[in-house]
């Protein structure tokens, strides 16, 4: 029997580079018969394909404008490659298909470059058999419910990623996603539009209560535009083993409030007496913060910084944000850790933004970490961070 993927058409695709456009071409109707061998690259060098998290998918857009999502196979033997199976309703219309490879690792989207295929003209008898049909919009909803599960499956105890799908139906500035029922309230979002990644603050504004998502400036959604929403929580399962941890075993990296554990250091928590704030070992009320009176200078330079911080933003004249800058930074730590300074320099914590990113995932403020930012550092929720985590901290400041 002929293996028709020995017919293969290979191409070499390079993930950084858009100089050199693959175009191949292929009969129109042919039916499991049709496959493109694909070798990836980075800048030159060989794309690591054998990572178990990683899938591949491709998406073709046929000249009638409907596309096609298949899913691609691996090969990690002494030859390393993707075998792309081109269907028969891939190929019902004539003319350029172009072709897009999607690489998805937990959540995250990578999009190569296009390449081509020239579906060129059959005059065999079962043309008219193959009704041309989109089945990308449908099938990416699947897929991605089916690697939330596997998400689940993995992160059991810790934190899941929640996706949703917004088809816009018409040209608009603002969309719901009042469908959602897995999103909470308060909880931030992530935003891409036909694969791109989009910037809050820069792209869009997100109204967590009212679940919508509105463009900015002259940007609108436009009909047809396909919008993915990312979102983490902690899973809520029953089924998961979330074992209850002592308040008093929870050791602080460096004394608080007089204490060297969790319970100890609410117990000696801010309480109000005689209109003054003190430190005491009894919780009834918190007073007015001008009456502060304690030894612990550090709340009071902290409060003095915040004040000067507040006063240099009082005189900026509602300037339009237009333009960002990203720096970055990544961390291998070396001990287990429970708290870690954000090793940027230049870090704003008033007015910049911060993204974790722990083993490749972010991570969800106040979920899996919380963040000091007086003394800039971010503290590990959940115990503490192992030996040889390494820990990518992002920070984008808006100008």
């Not at 009071?300 to 970055?328: H, M, P, W």
């Not at 230049?346 to 490749?360: A, F, K, T």
Request: hydrophobic share 35%; charged share 25%.
């Amino acid at each position: 029997m002929i293996n028709f993927k020995n017919f293969a058409h290979e191409i070499d695709l390079d993930l950084s580079d858009n100089e050199f456009i693959p175009k191949i071409n292929m009969k129109q109707y042919d039916t499991k018969s049709r496959f493109i061998k694909a070798r990836l690259y980075s800048k030159g060098q060989e794309f690591d394909i054998s990572d178990k998290d990683l899938s591949f998918k491709a998406i073709f857009r046929k000249p009638d404008d409907t596309e096609v999502f298949i899913s691609c196979e691996v090969t990690t033997g002494s030859e390393k490659y993707i075998t792309i199976p081109v269907d028969a309703n891939t190929l019902s219309s004539v003319g350029n298909i172009i072709v897009e490879l999607v690489i998805m690792q937990n959540g995250e989207i990578f999009s190569s470059k296009f390449f081509y295929i020239n579906c060129l003209e059959s005059l065999h008898a079962n043309k008219g058999a193959i009704e041309s049909n989109s089945d990308y919009k449908g099938l990416l909803e699947s897929i991605l419910k089916v690697e939330q599960l596997l998400l689940e499956l993995k992160n059991l105890n810790t934190i899941v990623m929640l996706h949703h799908v917004i088809n816009v139906s018409q040209d608009n500035k603002t969309i719901s996603f009042s469908s959602w029922n897995e999103y909470e309230a308060n909880n931030d979002v992530e935003v891409y539009l036909s694969g791109v990644k989009q910037i809050k603050g820069i792209d869009f504004t997100l109204n967590s209560s009212a679940k919508t998502i509105t463009t900015i400036g002259d940007k609108t959604f436009k009909n047809g535009d396909q919008v993915l929403l990312c979102t983490f929580r902690r899973a809520h399962s029953t089924e998961y083993n979330n074992p209850t941890i002592g308040a008093n075993n929870v050791t602080l990296t460096s004394n608080i409030l007089g204490a060297n554990n969790v319970q100890s250091a609410l117990g000696n928590i801010l309480v109000k007496l005689n209109d003054y704030l003190l430190i005491s070992q009894y919780t009834n009320e918190v007073g007015n913060i001008n009456h502060l009176r304690t030894d612990e200078k550090i709340i009071v330079n902290a409060i003095n910084e915040l004040k000067t911080r507040l006063d240099k933003l009082d005189g900026g004249g509602g300037t339009t944000i237009t333009t960002y800058k990203k720096l970055t930074e990544t961390t291998i730590l070396t001990q287990p850790t429970k708290s870690i300074v954000v090793p940027i320099d230049d870090y704003n914590s008033i007015e910049d933004e911060l993204n974790v990113y722990i083993s490749g995932a972010k991570m969800v403020e106040n979920v899996a970490y919380t963040l000091n930012k007086q003394l800039k550092t971010i503290t590990c929720i959940d115990g503490t961070w192992n030996e040889n985590i390494q820990i990518y901290f992002e920070v984008i400041k808006f100008k």
